[in-house]
Nanobody
Framework: QVQLMESGGGLVQAGGSLRLSCAAS????????MYWHRQAPGKQRELVAR???????YYEDSVKGRFIISRDNAKNTVYLQMSSLKAEDTAIYYC???????????????WGHGTQVTVSS
């Protein structure tokens, strides 16, 4: 079973930058989408960014122009470059990957355990 591991979180001042990484322990075939989510204290988990199979991206409105999702296939890693960070970006950030189960229409969903991002104002 492939596992995802996030890294790169930490404490940063408002206006600063961080790059989150999500490394898979092995190759995941037939990826349909790669995602970054976050959950702030007392709030529901929300989708922050998506990188689809065709290369298209989605960003939640509050992070547009500040966050960039990308991938390195050779390293089985997806990144989230975060800049101009704000206090309201403080949350646990999770990555997930959805892949097509080979030979079926079913999807497999992989999740990491999260990395804490704290932005001080």
């Amino acid at each position: 079973q492939v596992q995802l591991m996030e890294s790169g979180g930490g404490l940063v001042q408002a206006g600063g930058s961080l790059r989150l990484s999500c490394a898979a322990s092995g190759s995941i075939p037939s990826i349909n989408g790669m995602y970054w989510h976050r959950q702030a204290p007392g709030k529901q988990r929300e989708l922050v960014a998506r990188l689809s199979r065709d290369g298209s991206t989605y960003y939640e409105d509050s992070v547009k122009g500040r966050f960039i999702i990308s991938r390195d296939n050779a390293k089985n890693t997806v990144y989230l470059q975060m800049s101009s960070l704000k206090a309201e970006d403080t949350a646990i950030y999770y990555c997930s990957v959805v892949s097509q189960k080979v030979g079926t229409s079913a999807e497999l969903d992989y999740w990491g355990h999260g990395t804490q991002v704290t932005v001080s104002s």
